[in-house]
């Protein structure tokens, strides 16, 4: 087993994961439609290289580090909406 592969396999699921789970509720479907395709990108790319023991690992990986940050952040702090920043000016 390569542990560089792993290494970077398991970040790459564990950002995407987080980026799912982080989205704003309006752009949610846009983010797992492009969230799916990367992860096709990277079964194919593990695919080619026979990286698929390290892909299987990454991914129970990520989805069990993705579980934690939504366990531990996630419940507590939900994602805002673009609608609620407000802008500060000279005048404000």
Known sequence: ????????????????FIMVQRAEARRKRIVRFI?????????W??????????ALVSFIVGVVVSFLFWVLVGRYNPVGSSDDIRVLGMDD
């Open 1 to 16: 087993m390569d542990a560089g592969s792993l290494v970077l396999l398991t970040l790459s699921f564990i950002i995407l």
């Open 45 to 54: 790319y593990a695919n080619m290289t026979s990286l698929q023991s390290e």
């Open 35 to 43: 969230v799916f395709l990367l992860v096709l990108f990277i079964i």
